[in-house]
């Protein structure tokens, strides 16, 4: 009794220390808390956020919005984009201005992407690296099968990999109540409790959907919360059993070329457009606390 004890205990462990997951950042150089653009709040966020990862060589990764740093000009985000890379960041497309492609046309938003390409090229190129990745803004990819095609297509010509996204969370609200003094408190203490309840569920959704635990892939945004809370995030991965890998080896995954015909104006987690490829019934996330 006691050696079968043991040996699920050493199933269950083996199991836990295999989860992987991508922590990738959205709206580079800063997004969803309304806080600072001034040169110098933006280098003080941006270097902080990225410090755990560099100190503990942790493959991580970012999204840029070239049109959002209007505040520290070319130059101000050139350097908080090397900034990133100096810490091992991956970087990528997030469009130039954030458009919706549910109220942009393909024509406009393809546009955007172009328009978000050219700093990036630049710095990644002066390290000798290629642009690959592309984050869709709200996660949004379509709402109808044309639009959804031709964007996919225009990704491919391009050469660009779609990022998806697993670990789908409410960060963006955390965030900007965390910049109100009368909330900051409350934030601190149910922010990283939020983000265990929405890993837990994924995990559970991921073994319903393809019978493992996949590597998983969250959607973080580059703010100070994320920023002050960075360290006590990593830990509770840790604790899961968690390790930190890259999109480009989380995306090696089978799991990743699974089909989806996800149509909508909704943007959410691809385990959710997975499950309803495959008949599944419809499972929501928990929802973040009032
Ligand atoms: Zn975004």
Do not use: C
Not at 203 to 228: C, K, M, T, Y
Not at 261 to 289: F, I, M
């Amino acid at each position: 009794m006691k050696l079968v004890a043991t040996t699920l205990l050493l199933a269950a462990l083996s199991f836990a220390a295999d989860r992987k997951v991508v922590i990738t950042f959205d709206d580079l150089p800063r997004g969803g808390d309304g806080g600072s653009r001034t040169p110098e709040a933006l280098r003080q966020m941006n270097k902080k956020l990225v410090q755990p990862f560099a100190s503990a060589k942790l493959p991580f990764a970012g999204f840029v919005n070239e049109g959002h740093a209007t505040g520290i000009g070319r130059e101000g985000l050139r350097e908080i984009l090397n900034v990133w890379l100096d810490a091992g960041a991956t970087l990528g497309n997030h469009t130039y201005s954030h458009p919706d492609i549910n109220n942009t046309s393909l024509a406009d938003y393809t546009a955007d992407v172009v328009k978000g390409e050219a700093l990036l090229r630049e710095v990644l190129a002066a390290r000798r690296q290629q642009l690959k990745y592309f984050r869709h803004p709200f996660l949004h990819t379509g709402a109808t099968p044309g639009t959804k095609l031709g964007l996919a297509d225009f990704l491919r010509e391009h050469k660009y990999t779609e990022a998806p996204v697993t670990f789908d969370d409410a960060d963006y609200l955390f965030a900007n109540a965390y910049t109100k003094p009368k909330f900051r408190e409350r934030v601190r203490r149910e922010y990283v409790p939020y983000l265990e309840s929405i890993v837990s569920f994924f995990e559970q959704r991921s073994v319903e959907v393809f019978g493992r635990e996949i590597p998983q892939i969250l959607l973080l945004h580059a703010n100070q919360l994320n920023a002050d809370l960075m360290p006590e995030l990593l830990a509770m991965f840790r604790a899961r059993g968690y390790t930190f890998v890259s999109l480009e080896e989380a995306l090696k995954d089978a799991a990743y070329g699974a089909p989806e015909n996800y149509v909508s104006t909704k943007g959410v987690s691809w385990l959710h457009r997975w499950a309803q490829a495959k008949g599944l019934p419809e499972k929501n996330e928990p929802d973040p606390p009032d």
